[in-house]
């Protein structure tokens, strides 16, 4: 039997629309006007209260909102002894003329090490004020190797790619650990990487740097497995695919096809987020792959746009999935979070909540 709950019908991404307060707190702190724990603080009351906001929907998960985070990713990453931030890549969409951001280029530029815990103490606070089930999201381990490929990761550190690879999911299982030795027991990676080998463009990118497209896959399967090893019984790992998710834009499109079989029978986690909220993330049939112990949670419906998704068209959608994997291994979530970076996407708080009560209602009825 499949795990289920978590994931639960209703689930969601992850992050939510950072309040004012946030937003001040933070050009506070980095005028130095404030302390760290001071602005602390402030993230743990605003935190509480959306917990009690999220809680109000009917949602079964609680996350923290990624409150503490500018970025979905780097945040958790720039910690890990060893990275650093160095320029941007390329989109597929118009989002460097529009939004004037493509997403940044992660390098390796000594050996990478598990110092210190990352989320653990940000886990425990967000424990003590939910009531149901804690989240946590961390970036897949793939996006420290992804963006820049061979040339991002420093050739005195790493000579050899493997002991690249095995130092990455070292750093990931330590992680893990406290996680789960701290109370946790649902964690997601999120991985815009194993999206991306789904466009054609990204797939010439990766060609450009030196790697395989078709090739990738098999190897950051290999890696997330080893970076998850041995974890307990009890602990659900999901993963969540992304597209690219910036003020309501996206900087990657295709549909799941050339990563569908490693990516359902490969990768050894219990969930998978998947986007499907509009037509670039293709069709459900690569959903055929799926095996009977495995969970997905179709995003279809969006986080980057106000408007709730009528009933029928999301029924008729999961039955349309249900033609090729089980209803009974589906749920529904939004496609992404509401703020993969702090800027977050153009929704209001107040339209952020109607959808997440909008996803509980739907996957109540349709499940019912």
């Known amino acids: 039997m499949h795990k289920l709950n978590p994931p639960f019908r209703a ?21 130095g006007t404030i302390t760290p724990d001071e602005l602390r603080t402030i993230e743990d009351r605003a935190i509480a209260s959306a917990v009690a906001e999220l809680e109000a929907t009917g949602m ?22 060893g990275v650093a931030v160095t320029g941007n890549i390329a989109a597929s969409s118009d989002a460097a003329d529009t939004v004037h951001m493509t997403p940044p280029k992660l390098s390796v530029v000594g050996p990478l090490r598990h110092s210190h815990d990352i989320q653990v103490d940000d886990y425990r606070y967000l424990a003590s ?32 790619l493997e002991q690249f690879f095995d130092d990455l999911a070292a750093c990931y299982r330590a992680e893990i650990d406290a996680l789960y030795q701290a109370g946790c027991r649902y964690i997601q990676l999120d991985d815009t990487n194993l999206a991306y080998l789904c466009d054609p463009v990204m797939r010439q990118g990766a060609l450009d740097r030196g790697d395989d497209p078709n090739e990738l896959p098999k190897s950051y ?24 998710n910036y003020r309501s834009t996206w900087f990657a499109e295709g549909g799941y096809e050339p990563v ?12 998978f987020f998947l986007e499907y909220d509009d037509e670039r993330s293709g069709d459900f049939a690569p959903l055929r792959h799926v095996p009977a112990d495995k969970t997905v949670v179709l995003g279809l419906v969006t986080s980057k746009r106000p408007e709730l998704e009528p ?17 009974d291994q589906l749920c529904l979530s939004p496609q992404c979070g509401f703020a993969s970076t702090m800027e977050g996407n153009d929704l209001s708080p107040q339209q952020q909540w109607a959808k997440l009560r909008h996803v509980v209602e739907l996957a109540e009825s349709i499940w019912a």
């Not at 009531?131 to 790493?158: C, E, N, Q, W």
């Open 11 to 31: 689930d969601h991404v992850g992050s939510l629309l950072r309040p004012p307060e946030i937003h001040r707190a933070r050009v506070e702190r980095a005028n």
């Open 60 to 81: 079964q998960v609680a996350t923290d909102g990624e409150f503490r985070r500018g970025w979905f990713h780097l945040d958790f990453l720039e910690q890990l002894d």
């Open 311 to 327: 009933y029928d068209e999301v029924a008729a959608r999961v039955a349309e999935a249900a033609a090729h994997v089980d209803q």
């Open 221 to 244: 399967a290999e890696l997330i497995n080893n970076s998850i090893a041995g974890r307990p019984d009890d602990l659900t790992v999901a993963v969540h695919l992304c597209r690219g």
């Open 260 to 271: 569908a079989d490693v990516l359902f029978n490969d990768l050894d986690v219990d969930a």
């Open 129 to 160: 004020v939910a009531t149901v089930t804690p989240k946590v999201s961390i970036p897949s381990p793939t996006m420290v190797h992804f963006r820049g490929g061979r040339a991002g990761i420093d050739l005195d550190a790493y000579p050899d």
